[in-house]
């Protein structure tokens, strides 16, 4: 007799007391293979039960596999592979490394892993290496009811899968706002992205396959040249000078590859508050880069991460505003002005392009959060990014102006250098030693009580001197007084012991 104790006393069901118990049995091996199970009536009336009750039981034991019927509608145990649990799993038998990934994109995914996971066991230490943003001035409270508004007025479809292109308000919303930069776009010409990040993937994986080239500055934004060496494409960098991209040198290189039949199939720049150098290139650099692209046939990637956060309303048009030829794909996001989880961006390129894009899109992402662009529109439209902006400015430029103050204070030896920017939330520094030095220097800062970040990650072959990343933005003015004398201590300090 199959003896099942059940308590109708508690929350869980009788049929799903019964199927535990008798998969314990069967996992127990109490009950073995091909054993044979009480009928459902016979089961039924000896636990008092419904015949209905246990009918559910067995069918849920079959569809675990713990059960089989066979002839003469017996029902039979099944042994079915055990259930893993955590604790006792076997040994891995694939080396995922060697035989599926392969070793080439395994060593630089771990070394992505090693740097994220690189944490300080300093509770105190000031980071000024991150770019992340001063939740302080969040506007939580705007947003939310923001949020709110459009859950309880837009129709419950706002839920389903939206356009893959993005929400059309909100696209619409981003035409006209561009025209504040200058550019001036169809809807059709805009994609909205999940942040920058995407915006620039999705046009790697289409103008791009593996070993292809692509021209890129160097010192450049280090997540793309990470994307980059992600799917494999050969990375060529154009040193940066104090006005920005050497444009000699990119021509040099232009004609090289013609030759060589080996053009890139894009050139990436960041003009406005360049990261990691803080450089703002000229209206006439622009010109030429954009001829030179035009010369010879190659697309430009203007990522303009940073176009809102202005200081002392120096503007420099956008490079997309020359764009006659439609030659030239701007990235613009919402995530450096608003907060970075937001994870709104767009893509402003040629219709039959951005048209390429969304289908590229729709295969991986079927569609966008169509329930935050919503709300991101009605917070546009009701004027709430405007006014924002203006805070952020505000808020940064107090930050900046103290930290341009006490660089000059503090960090006035001939062996270091940096220039003021016009905007965004961080300063490069160079320190006139080898770059060998840069572990060293690093440890020496973080050890006195400040982190900041080493500019050898920004280039695509090794630099000769030592540069620092240092970023403004998440630190309060305090830490940011503090974090300089400390760095400037750390400098010092180091030098002084070279000598």
Same mark, same amino acid.
């Given at each position: 007799m199959l003896i099942i104790p059940l308590d109708k006393k508690i929350s869980k069901p009788i049929y799903r007391q019964i199927v535990d118990k008798i998969a314990k049995l069967i996992e127990s091996d109490?009950?073995?293979e091909d054993d044979t199970l009480p009928s459902t009536r016979r089961l039924s009336e000896q636990l008092g039960i419904s015949r209905q009750t246990v009918v559910q039981a067995y069918e849920e034991l079959w569809s675990l596999g713990y059960l089989r019927s066979s002839q003469g509608a017996y029902t039979k145990i099944r042994k079915r592979p055990s259930i893993v649990k955590k604790h006792n799993r076997g040994k891995m038998t694939m080396d995922y490394e060697k035989e599926i990934i392969g070793k080439q994109k395994a060593g630089f995914i771990n070394a992505l892993i090693k740097t994220k996971n690189a944490t300080t066991e300093q509770t105190k230490i000031i980071d000024m290496s991150a770019m992340d943003? +001063?939740?302080? /001035?969040?506007p939580v409270d705007t947003f939310r009811k923001t949020m709110n508004n459009v859950l309880k007025q837009y129709p419950p479809s706002l839920l389903n899968y939206g356009d893959p292109q993005g929400y059309r308000p909100l696209i619409e919303w981003i035409s006209q706002r561009m025209l504040t930069h200058s550019i001036d776009v169809f809807p059709d010409e805009i994609l909205l992205t999940d942040g920058i990040s995407q915006a620039f993937e999705l046009l790697v994986k289409l103008f791009t396959e593996r070993g292809d080239t692509v021209f890129v500055e160097s010192p450049g934004y280090r997540q793309a040249l990470s994307l980059l060496a992600a799917h494999g494409v050969n990375v060529i960098g154009v040193p940066m000078k104090v006005n920005g991209m050497d444009l000699k040198v990119l021509k040099k290189k232009l004609e090289a590859s013609v030759k060589m039949n080996k053009r890139p199939k894009f050139i990436y720049t960041v003009p406005t508050f360049h990261n990691?150098?803080? /450089?703002?290139i000229t209206q006439q650099h622009r010109e030429r880069l954009i001829s030179l692209c035009l010369d010879y046939s190659v697309p430009l990637i203007e990522d303009s991460f940073e176009e809102e956060i202005r200081y002392y309303n120096r503007v420099v048009l956008p490079i997309k505003s020359m764009d006659h030829h439609q030659i030239v794909f701007y990235l613009g996001t919402f995530s450096k002005v608003l907060f970075p989880g937001l994870r709104i961006g767009w893509l402003a390129g040629e219709k039959g392009i951005i048209k390429k894009l969304t289908a590229l899109k729709k295969l991986t992402h079927l569609s966008s959060n169509t329930l935050t662009q919503a709300a991101l529109y009605e917070f546009c439209k009701a004027g709430h990014y405007e006014r924002f902006i203006k805070k $952020?400015? +505000?808020?940064?430029?107090? &930050?900046?102006?103290?930290? /341009? &103050?006490?660089m000059k204070e503090c960090l006035s030896f001939d062996q270091v250098s940096w220039h003021n920017p016009s905007g965004g939330y961080l300063f490069w520094l160079k320190? +006139? $030693?080898s770059s060998e030095n840069e572990s060293d220097l690093l440890k020496l800062c973080e050890k006195n009580g $400040? &982190? $900041?970040?080493g500019g050898s990650k920004f280039f695509i072959e090794a630099p000769e001197s030592v540069y620092l990343r240092v970023c403004v933005s998440s630190t309060n003015i305090d830490e940011i007084k503090k974090g300089i004398r400390i760095l400037s201590i750390s400098i010092r300090d180091f030098l002084t012991n070279r000598a």
């Amino acid at each position: 007799m199959l003896i099942i104790p059940l308590d109708k006393k508690i929350s869980k069901p009788i049929y799903r007391q019964i199927v535990d118990k008798i998969a314990k049995l069967i996992e127990s091996d109490t009950l073995k293979e091909d054993d044979t199970l009480p009928s459902t009536r016979r089961l039924s009336e000896q636990l008092g039960i419904s015949r209905q009750t246990v009918v559910q039981a067995y069918e849920e034991l079959w569809s675990l596999g713990y059960l089989r019927s066979s002839q003469g509608a017996y029902t039979k145990i099944r042994k079915r592979p055990s259930i893993v649990k955590k604790h006792n799993r076997g040994k891995m038998t694939m080396d995922y490394e060697k035989e599926i990934i392969g070793k080439q994109k395994a060593g630089f995914i771990n070394a992505l892993i090693k740097t994220k996971n690189a944490t300080t066991e300093q509770t105190k230490i000031i980071d000024m290496s991150a770019m992340d943003l +001063d939740s302080s /001035i969040f506007p939580v409270d705007t947003f939310r009811k923001t949020m709110n508004n459009v859950l309880k007025q837009y129709p419950p479809s706002l839920l389903n899968y939206g356009d893959p292109q993005g929400y059309r308000p909100l696209i619409e919303w981003i035409s006209q706002r561009m025209l504040t930069h200058s550019i001036d776009v169809f809807p059709d010409e805009i994609l909205l992205t999940d942040g920058i990040s995407q915006a620039f993937e999705l046009l790697v994986k289409l103008f791009t396959e593996r070993g292809d080239t692509v021209f890129v500055e160097s010192p450049g934004y280090r997540q793309a040249l990470s994307l980059l060496a992600a799917h494999g494409v050969n990375v060529i960098g154009v040193p940066m000078k104090v006005n920005g991209m050497d444009l000699k040198v990119l021509k040099k290189k232009l004609e090289a590859s013609v030759k060589m039949n080996k053009r890139p199939k894009f050139i990436y720049t960041v003009p406005t508050f360049h990261n990691p150098t803080g /450089i703002t290139i000229t209206q006439q650099h622009r010109e030429r880069l954009i001829s030179l692209c035009l010369d010879y046939s190659v697309p430009l990637i203007e990522d303009s991460f940073e176009e809102e956060i202005r200081y002392y309303n120096r503007v420099v048009l956008p490079i997309k505003s020359m764009d006659h030829h439609q030659i030239v794909f701007y990235l613009g996001t919402f995530s450096k002005v608003l907060f970075p989880g937001l994870r709104i961006g767009w893509l402003a390129g040629e219709k039959g392009i951005i048209k390429k894009l969304t289908a590229l899109k729709k295969l991986t992402h079927l569609s966008s959060n169509t329930l935050t662009q919503a709300a991101l529109y009605e917070f546009c439209k009701a004027g709430h990014y405007e006014r924002f902006i203006k805070k $952020v400015n +505000d808020h940064y430029a107090s &930050k900046m102006s103290t930290a /341009i &103050k006490l660089m000059k204070e503090c960090l006035s030896f001939d062996q270091v250098s940096w220039h003021n920017p016009s905007g965004g939330y961080l300063f490069w520094l160079k320190v +006139d $030693v080898s770059s060998e030095n840069e572990s060293d220097l690093l440890k020496l800062c973080e050890k006195n009580g $400040v &982190k $900041v970040l080493g500019g050898s990650k920004f280039f695509i072959e090794a630099p000769e001197s030592v540069y620092l990343r240092v970023c403004v933005s998440s630190t309060n003015i305090d830490e940011i007084k503090k974090g300089i004398r400390i760095l400037s201590i750390s400098i010092r300090d180091f030098l002084t012991n070279r000598a």
